[in-house]
C-alpha cells in the first residue's frame, strides 16, 4: 500500500473505465437528450473500447413528476431496450440510485429480466447505512453494486475510516471517492486513494474515483488515484458534467497504454454531437465561479446559479460566497 | 531528495510567483497590449503579493522589426519605466531574452541603469553552451538570470542530466523545468523535478516549472513539481498563453497557503481587463487541437494555425496530424 501500481507505460488490466456523460451530463440539461444522440453515444462507447455507460438515475417517481424531466432521470427498463436492445456487447450498463431519492424496492426488476448490470449508490457519508440496506438489496437481486460517497472533501477522516470499514464487511463491489465539489488537490486525492485502498483492497472490493473539475484538476486526480491502485474511472464526454464538468473522456483514453481504448471514436462523436450541443446553449466546464467554490470546498449550487442567471460580477459573487461562508 | 516538502497546511516561504501574462500572453495578441492593461496589471500583482513580473522579450532588432510587434517583445527600458518608474515596489522585474534571437551584446544595460531585476534565458537543450554564454554575460552586467530548458519532454535522460551538470558550474541562479507541448503528466513532472533538484540543489540553485495547459495539467503539474521542492512558479492571469495556455494564476494564489498572496486583487483585474480582453477575440486556453498535440508530445503551431483559421473539423486535423507524425 501506498506505492505505485504500474507506471506510465504499462497496461493495467484491472482497469475501467464508466461513462457517465447522460447521468452526471443530464443534470446540465435536465436530462433532455435525443434517444438519437444516447444510441450514438452508447455506440461510440462501444468502439472506444469504454467499459461501463452509466445512463441516468433510477429517480423516485413519488418524489419526481416524470413529465418535469428527460427519460434518463428514471431509466425505465423499456427506455434503455430502446437504445441497447438486449445490449449484446461487452460494455455493461450503469444506473445510479440516490439514498432518500429513489424507490428502490420498487423500481428495479431482477437482474436477470433487466439490461442494467450494475447499480451505482450514491450518498453522503452520514447515509452509509442507508446505502448499505440499499446495495444488499441490489446485490440480492444480481447487480453488481457500487457505494459513491459524495463530498469526501468535507468528511473527516475517523468517519471515512468507519465508512470503509462498514462497506468492506457488505455485498458491495465498488467503493467510489467522489470529489463532489472539486476541493481536492492531487496531493489530498492521493492520501485519500491510499485511505481507501488500505481498507478496500484486502476486503475484496474494488476502489474508483469521481473527480470534478472546479479547479482543473478532475484528469490529474483521476490518473494521480489510479497511479496508486485505483481501478474504476469515471468520465465523460468533453467533460459535461453539473457545474464545472467532470473528467474529460478525451484526455483519459488519451492517456490510457491499453491499446483496447481508443480516442478516435469518441472524436467523431464529439464533433458531432458535443459540439452541437455546447453551441445549443448547454453550459457547463470549468470557469472562475466554479474555481472558488472549489477553493472553499463548498456545494456549487450557488455558482449554478451565478451561471444560470448569465451574472459575470465575479469579485461580487466572490465577497457573498465570503459573506455566508 | 524524492521526498515532499512541507505538506498543504504549510507556508512555504522559498516559493516564488512569477507572472508571465505579458510575455506568453503576449505570444496570443502580438504583444499588443494597452499602457493601460499593463500598469493596471503590474499593480494588480504587487498587491496580490506576486514576486516576480515578465514584461516580455528582449528581442532582436536586427531580426523582427519593432513595428511589426507590440513594445512588449523589446522591452525597451524606457517603455518599463514609463509602467513602473524606478519600480519602488518588493516585486522584481523580469525579461526573456532568446537564444539565437537576442542582441544580448548591444541591448542589456547594466543592471546598476535598469530597472530589470531579471532575465530569463530561454534555449532549447541542445543550445545550452549558448544559453551559459549568455547567463555569464547577464550575471556579470549584475541581473540575477534563469535557464528555461524548452520542449523538455523531447529531450532524453541523458541530455537532460548533462545540461543539469553544465548550469550547476555556470553562475544562473534558478533552472527552470518547461513543459512547452503540455505533453507530461504529473508523474512525468513529478520525476523530471527530482532529477533537476538532485543535481541543482546540492549546487545552489533553484529550480522553477512553467507548465502548458494542453492537458488540462497545468495547476496540477506546477502543485506536483512544487510539492518535491521546485519554488519558482510561472502563472498568468486566467492562464493566458500561447495555445492552451499555462498555469491559472487564480488558481495557484488559491492554493497557496502564505497569507502574503491575495486573490481577491486578482480577480478585479480579471473581471475588468482579462474577460474583456477575451470577448475582444483574444484566443487562448484548452480545446480538443491543444489536446492532439499534448498527447502526441509535438509543438503547438499545427493547433494554433487550426485555431486561428477557426476550423472545427477537429478529426480531419487529427488524422492530419497522425499521418505527419
Redesign the interface.
Known amino acids: 500500500m501506498g506505492t505505485?501500481k504500474g507506471?506510465?507505460m504499462s497496461v493495467r488490466a484491472d482497469i475501467k473505465v464508466l461513462d457517465c456523460t447522460i447521468r452526471d451530463g443530464g443534470l446540465c440539461n435536465n436530462f433532455d437528450f435525443t434517444d438519437d444522440f444516447v444510441r450514438e453515444l452508447y455506440k461510440t462507447n462501444i468502439k472506444s473500447g469504454v467499459d461501463y455507460m452509466e445512463f441516468g438515475y433510477k429517480a423516485s417517481k413519488t418524489l419526481f413528476n416524470e413529465s418535469d424531466y428527460g427519460k434518463w432521470k428514471f431509466c425505465n427498463e423499456e427506455d434503455l431496450r430502446a437504445i441497447v436492445g438486449d445490449n449484446i456487447s461487452d460494455m455493461k450498463i450503469a444506473v445510479m440510485a440516490d439514498v432518500g431519492r429513489c424507490d428502490f424496492r420498487t423500481d428495479f426488476l431482477p437482474k436477470s429480466e433487466s439490461v442494467i448490470d450494475m447499480v451505482r449508490v450514491a450518498c453522503y457519508i452520514h447515509q452509509i447505512p442507508a446505502a448499505i440496506e440499499m446495495i444488499e438489496y441490489f446485490h440480492e437481486l444480481g447487480y453488481e453494486t457500487t457505494c459513491n460517497i459524495m463530498a469526501i472533501s468535507q468528511a473527516n477522516s475517523n468517519q471515512v475510516e468507519e465508512a470503509l470499514t462498514m462497506l468492506s464487511t457488505s455485498s458491495v463491489d465498488v467503493i467510489y471517492l467522489v470529489d463532489s465539489y472539486g476541493s481536492l488537490?492531487?496531493?489530498?486525492a492521493a492520501a485519500l486513494a491510499k485511505t481507501y485502498l488500505s481498507i478496500a483492497e484486502p476486503a475484496g472490493k474494488k476502489v474508483g474515483f469521481h473527480g470534478h473539475?472546479n479547479?482543473?484538476?478532475?484528469?490529474?486526480?483521476t490518473?494521480?488515484t489510479m497511479?496508486y491502485g485505483i481501478s474504476y474511472l469515471d468520465a465523460t464526454a468533453q467533460g459535461m458534467g453539473r457545474g464545472a464538468g467532470n473528467c474529460?473522456m478525451?484526455?483519459l483514453l488519451?492517456?490510457l497504454k491499453n491499446p483496447k481504448y481508443s480516442?478516435?471514436s469518441l472524436?467523431?462523436f464529439?464533433?458531432k454531437y458535443m459540439?452541437p450541443l455546447k453551441e445549443s446553449g448547454v453550459v457547463w466546464g470549468y470557469d472562475?465561479q466554479y474555481?472558488f467554490t472549489g477553493?472553499l470546498n463548498r456545494h456549487p449550487r450557488e455558482a449554478i446559479s451565478f451561471t444560470e442567471n448569465n451574472r459575470?460580477?465575479?469579485?461580487e459573487f466572490?465577497k457573498e460566497l465570503l459573506d455566508n461562508d
Chains 1, 2 share one sequence.
Open positions: 505505485r507506471n506510465l488537490y492531487p496531493e489530498n473539475n479547479q482543473n484538476l478532475a484528469f490529474a486526480n490518473v494521480e497511479s474529460a478525451e484526455l488519451g492517456f480516442l478516435y472524436l467523431i464529439i464533433e459540439i472562475l474555481l477553493q459575470k460580477d465575479y469579485c466572490y
